[in-house]
């Protein structure tokens, strides 16, 4: 029973250039997270997901960020026109139901030169 | 908007050492989890709390919630070197859609 799979692990930018970061939830879990870690940061709350239904974008940028979970296929956090100051860690977490622990990923290192 | 604070940020203890830390929230929480992520990790789960004045334990942790549903601590009794990591509590707003709030977290080392 696979985990929740992020992919991929690190991932080197350029500014400007768009950034893709993949999760796969746990098998059966319909709700999915996207949080953000600095270094010495707690996790920062982005976007709550439910399958094709964006619940809670309110932790989310508005311009240059965006998120999607299809009905197949992984959930994808979008950035576009990447800064520096977007080089984080970002972490997806799934959970079965709402309210319930919640299962993370190991995180997509991302890097802006 | 909502807060979870914890602090300080770091602390170090001598393994064999008792060791306790604390979480406190500004509004009340339907519930509060612990999470623990040790260097170059990611956040693993430990432990959910709902009801007021819960009290669990999980071998040489215990966890508390407060009776106002707006604090919680973790108590780690003769620290260990494999308890190392950084155990950040994350609380749920009562009426929000599920969105955990996650406090800064607390950055333990033990000395051997």
């Known amino acids: 029973n696979a985990g929740v799979m992020q992919n991929p692990r690190h991932l080197v930018r350029r500014r400007g250039q768009e950034a893709r970061l993949r999760c796969s939830p746990m098998k059966g879990h319909s709700h999915v997270y996207w949080y953000r870690q600095l270094p010495e940061e707690g996790l920062k709350f982005m976007v709550y997901l439910q399958k094709e239904n964006i619940i809670d974008e309110s932790g989310m940028p508005k311009e240059r960020f965006s998120a999607e979970f299809p009905k197949e296929g992984p959930s994808i956090l979008r950035i576009q026109q990447v800064v520096r100051g977007d080089s984080a860690a970002y972490f997806c977490a799934s959970s079965l139901q709402v309210s319930e622990k919640l299962f993370f990923g190991s995180g997509t290192q991302l890097s802006v030169l | 908007g909502q807060q979870v604070m914890q602090i300080p940020q770091y602390q170090h203890v001598q393994e064999g050492e008792d060791f306790t830390t604390y979480c406190n929230s500004s509004?009340?929480?339907?519930?509060i989890q612990w999470y623990k992520q040790r260097p170059g990790g990611h956040p693993v789960f430990l432990i959910q709390?709902?009801?007021?004045?819960e009290v669990k334990k999980q071998k040489r942790l215990t966890f508390q919630f407060g009776e106002a549903k707006k604090n919680s601590s973790l108590h780690i009794t003769a620290t260990q070197t494999t308890d190392v990591g950084t155990y950040f509590c994350a609380g749920e707003l009562t009426g929000a859609n599920s969105k955990l709030t996650f406090g800064k977290g607390i950055t333990l080392s033990v000395r051997p």
């Open positions: 509004t009340t929480l339907s519930n």
């Open positions: 709390l709902v009801k007021s004045g």
